[in-house]
């Protein structure tokens, strides 16, 4: 996929513009919210799980060479084939060439956010293969040319509207006046779009939420059933897999499938988790013939040893997104490539190169409420500041940033100027904001205000306040 | 190669070559045992209680459940649904033993084939392998007769399930499998597919609120079995709130 994240300031500005965006990120934030808070309190266990959960994945990350060899071993037994990958071209390349070998004209895809960073649909189409995306969200995003802007719920930016005036649009064979009554009936219709697609694709591609080195399995997460009806019905089923997706027995997967569900949609199960082993067995009714496992590095391999190693642990929950007030304010295609988030703030410098992301990773209030949300304890906020550094160590940082920087540095070694200058600022801005609270825009400022409102400070500086208590003890 | 490219890069980054062979080994151990981690208290109860656990799950996720007391009892019990569906009486069936041996003789309006589910077909009926409580999920492996399609493809699915399959925890359904499995394929316990179903398909795509009914069945239905003696509703005592989770039921609808 383009990376467009070095625009991530002019995407921002365009999407806070965006009253569509604006209203649906309104309408969905809040629901994620209490739905996770609700099941994350149905369960007393929850705290100790993440625990447990982080140091599955650890122990996996510090043996992934024996995971992988292992889970290969049990594919080959169960009559599957395993596909390594180092780079996204060497994937496409495979995908295409299992694609060809099958005759395929039509692909049917299961949501997988690996076939976004890989850039699959475009590929197979330019070779005259055409994929059909399946999951409702991405359904729409296909029709519409767009990249999703949330990991589970790729159509996170769309509002009802854009809904019925794209399937009026793109649906031409049906009445141009019938109506919608109900989010339902926009549903029947694309359940009834996607079944003859499914009846007739040659090859069904689907991510891989997790693969089990004890069994060889690769395992999907989904509601709606389409990856499923993707990966049962054409004669080929490719499972694109990251190599950090492994971990090693059934035991291991499930402790980590409790945390996912209610991090994500705050559900206890997700409606279908699905466990693949190898192709069709000679007595079977259905299934596919032929069982792939795409295991794509992409730069994983390069993270670890690095201070972002943690990143792997990731299962691609969304919650980091679902409480980031930054997500909250811009949406996801701001963050200008696949991942967006607190998660993409770290991944996607990572993956990319931090020449072409530097401004993610500084996208940040560092609340720090992602990592405290998230299922495997990832550290967020601490490998932003990581990315941050490494930066301003390759003097990517913007000259106006520096000379700011350096100013600041210099006063602030200056304890008696340092404390003049912060008690006149805060007085000042006291002064002139007071009754409102907040400052919604700034002199020499508007750039920073635009987006975000600045807090008034409230009864002096941090220094007096402490001195203050200092004294009363 | 490749696959060496990887792993080199890998063991660069974890700052040592291929695993010792005493390591290999430990590892190897791990997966041949595969511990259980930490599982959740809240199935953990008394055989009726687990039951009523489940069934409470699946209701929570919109599936609905009728407990019948043998085999004998489903062909009444399935028209019965069918028709309060306003269902027609065809379906298609898994080519399961347990399957056949209902009498079906004694609703001659019901129609049905062995085979694996196309996609006109509307309503199907499954055999339920095992579940588990702890989320009211059902735990479906594929097998010649039990195909996976089945699943899928209809608006309707019905599954047969015997009480004394369900279990607490899915730490259990996997004992279950490893002690029964048999892949001629493998070797191992493994089919090829095993579908964890926890209530009928769905999409919260639009505009994030709930809608039933997305690519797969729009209705999940269990006839459940009352083969397990130890798992009957005690007496006439009321059923006791069928779980025991802090922080209070769940919110309406979620
Ligand atoms: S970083 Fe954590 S919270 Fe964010 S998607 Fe990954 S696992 Fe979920």
Redesign the pocket.
């Not at chain 1, 642990?313 to 997104?321: D, H, K, L, T």
């Not at chain 1, 949300?373 to 495997?376: K, L, T």
């Given at each position: 996929m383009h990376v467009t994240s070095p625009a991530f300031k002019e995407n921002s500005a365009r999407a806070l513009a965006n009253p569509g965006l604006q209203k649906a990120l309104g309408t969905a934030k809040g629901a994620f919210l209490q739905r996770r808070a609700t099941a994350v309190a149905n369960l007393p266990e929850f705290e100790q799980l993440r625990n447990i959960g982080r140091d599955i994945k650890n122990h996996t990350l510090a043996n992934l060479d024996f995971y992988l060899e292992a889970f290969e071993a049990k594919v080959l037994a169960a009559g599957g084939k395993v596909h390594w990958c180092s780079t996204p071209d060497d994937a496409r390349a495979v995908v295409l060439e299992i694609c060809k070998a099958a005759g395929a004209r039509t692909v049917t895809k299961g949501k997988s956010m690996i076939s976004e960073e890989l850039g699959i649909n475009h590929h197979l189409e330019a070779h005259g293969i055409q994929p059909v995306e399946t999951d409702l969200g991405e359904y729409i995003l296909q029709l519409r040319g767009e990249a999703p802007s949330h990991?589970i719920a790729p159509a996170f930016h769309l509002n009802r509207e854009d809904w019925e005036a794209d399937f009026r649009r793109l649906h031409t064979d049906l009445p141009a006046d019938r109506i919608f009554h109900e989010r339902r009936d926009i549903l029947a219709e694309a359940r009834t779009r996607l079944r003859e697609r499914f009846l007739a694709a040659d090859v069904g591609i689907t991510g891989a939420n997790f693969l089990i080195a004890e069994t060889g399995s690769s395992v999907i997460v989904t509601n709606e059933g389409n990856g499923d009806l993707t990966q049962t019905l054409p004669r080929v089923h490719i499972a694109l897999a990251s190599i950090e997706k492994v971990v090693p027995t059934l035991e291991d997967a499930t402790s980590l499938l409790r945390l996912l569900a209610r991090?994500a949609t705050g559900q206890d199960f997700s409606v279908y988790t699905t466990f693949s082993t190898g192709a069709r067995r000679d007595a079977d009714l259905d299934g596919p013939q032929d069982y792939h496992v795409v295991l794509v590095d992409g730069g994983r391999s390069n993270m670890i040893g690095t201070e972002f190693q943690e990143m792997l642990?990731?299962?691609?929950?969304?919650?980091?997104?679902n409480h980031c007030p930054v997500y909250g304010a811009v949406g996801g295609h701001a963050y200008g490539w696949v991942y967006p988030?607190?998660?993409g703030s770290v991944l996607t410098p990572s993956l990319v190169g931090i020449d072409k992301t530097g401004l993610l990773p500084n996208a940040s209030t560092f609340c720090g409420r992602?990592e405290a949300?998230?299922?495997?304890k990832?550290p967020?906020p601490k490998m932003m500041r990581h990315w941050r550094e490494r930066e301003f160590e390759r003097h990517l940082t913007p000259a106006a940033a520096r000379t700011n920087l350096a100013l600041w540095a210099w006063v602030a070694k200056r304890p008696a100027l340092y404390r003049l200058a912060t008690r006149a600022a805060s007085g000042v801005l006291g002064l002139f904001g007071r009754r409102k609270g907040v400052f919604r825009s700034m002199p020499l400022a508007g750039g920073w205000t635009a987006g975000r409102d600045l807090p008034v400070p409230e009864g002096g500086t941090f220094m007096a306040r402490y001195a203050e208590t200092q004294r009363r003890r | 190669m490749t696959k060496d490219a990887i792993l080199g890069a890998i063991r660069r980054g974890l700052k040592r070559g291929p695993l010792p062979a005493d390591q290999q080994a430990m590892l190897g151990g791990r997966l041949a045992t595969h511990p259980r981690h930490l599982i959740p208290a809240r199935s953990r109860l008394p055989r009726p209680d687990q039951v009523a656990l489940f069934i409470h799950n699946v209701e929570k996720e919109f599936g609905t459940v009728e407990r019948v007391p043998d085999l004998a009892a489903i062909p009444a019990a399935l028209s019965g649904y069918l028709a309060a569906q306003n269902l027609p009486s065809r379906f298609v069936m898994a080519p399961h033993p347990e399957l056949r041996e209902i009498p079906w003789a004694s609703r001659p309006l019901l129609e049905f084939e062995q085979r694996r589910a196309e996609g006109t077909d509307q309503v199907s009926l499954q055999h339920g392998y095992a579940a588990v409580a702890e989320t009211g999920t059902l735990m479906l492996p594929s097998a010649p007769d039990r195909p996976t399609t089945l699943n899928l493809l209809v608006e309707t699915e019905v599954v047969v399930l015997r009480a004394s399959r369900i279990v607490g925890p899915y730490e259990d359904a996997w004992d279950l499998l490893r002690a029964e499995g048999k892949d001629t394929r493998s070797g191992g316990f493994m089919p090829r597919n095993i579908m964890f179903v926890t209530g009928p398909s769905r999409s919260a795509d639009i505009e994030q609120t709930l809608e039933l009914g997305a690519h797969g069945p729009r209705r999940l239905h269990i006839l459940l079995i009352d083969d397990d003696p130890a798992a009957l509703p005690m007496g006439d005592a009321p059923v006791a709130p069928p779980i025991a989770i802090p922080g209070g039921p769940p919110a309406p609808g979620d």
């Open positions: 990991i991090s642990r990731c299962i691609r929950c969304a919650a980091c997104m988030g607190p998660m992602c949300v998230c299922p495997v990832i967020l | -």
